[in-house]
């Protein structure tokens, strides 16, 4: 398995911005999927980003526009810069590997233990 360390959550005004960041330790990522997922409390965990081996990505609609995947695969590491924050983006944000971009989406197959999450706070 990979350790998976999320990072970059923080408090944000309403229309601020964040980045965040997935950091892949264990072994290297650079073959699989990777993606963002977020939840909120008493809700079940939901799919947001997307990013194939190669750097094609797929989002969320809510997010779509405002929200920017990538991966730095020298690094092991996956990011998630978000702009235009709103208050529903209001989550603890975690990041998982899968076999394809697809298992992201769907949230099956997914590689790993999660991790602790990075809380994002939105104030309006």
């Known amino acids: 398995q990979v350790q998976l360390v999320e990072s970059g959550g923080g408090l944000v005004q309403a229309g601020g911005s964040l980045r965040l960041s997935c950091e892949c330790s264990?072994?290297?990522?650079?073959?699989?999927?990777m993606g963002w997922f977020r939840q909120a409390p008493g809700k079940e965990r939901e799919f947001v980003a997307a990013?194939?081996?190669?750097?094609?990505?797929n989002y969320k609609d809510p997010v779509k526009g405002r929200c920017t995947i990538s991966r730095d695969n020298a690094k092991n590491t996956m990011y998630l810069q978000m702009n235009s924050l709103k208050p529903e983006d209001w989550d603890v944000y975690y990041c998982n590997t899968a076999t394809s971009p697809r298992d992201i989406v769907t949230m099956s197959g997914l590689l790993n233990s999660w991790g602790q999450g990075t809380q994002v706070t939105v104030s309006s």
């Open positions: 264990g072994r290297t990522v650079n073959a699989y999927a």
């Open positions: 990013i194939s081996f190669s750097g094609n990505a």
